[in-house]
Nanobody, 127 residues
């Protein structure tokens, strides 16, 4: 079992920025990492994913242009930079990781394809 260490999150105002970070404990290798989020009363949804091979990224339409996912090789960390936050971004954000590559790129957006999950970090955007 791989433990994912999440950091970041908190309470911000509309238009503010936040950065979430996630790293596998012990610098364990994973092939891809992603962020999902779950708002109160809603199902968990895909936000963004990062694949170390080729440093390929995938983002949900709802966050394109505002959120950027990136990988830091030195820290073995994936970061989610969130800008221009709105109340609609309020949710618990979960980091996920996958051990092996996927054939279909669309599968990187599906939570069932991830092997490990963090405990979640709360992001609240106040108006």
């Amino acid at each position: 079992q791989v433990q994912l260490v999440e950091s970041g999150g908190g309470l911000v105002q509309v238009g503010d920025s936040l950065r979430l970070s996630c790293a596998p404990a012990g610098r364990t290798f994973v092939y891809a990492m992603a962020w999902f989020r779950q708002a109160p009363g809603k199902e968990r949804e895909f936000v963004a994913a990062f694949r170390w091979s080729g440093r390929r990224t995938y983002s949900a339409d709802s966050v394109k242009g505002r959120f950027t996912i990136s990988g830091d090789n030195a820290e073995n960390t994936v970061n989610l930079q969130m800008n221009s936050l709105t109340p609609g971004d309020t949710a618990v954000y979960y980091c996920a990781a996958r051990r092996a590559p996927l054939h279909d790129a669309l599968d990187y957006t599906r939570e069932a394809q991830y092997d490990y999950w963090g405990q979640g970090t709360q992001v609240t955007v106040s108006s």
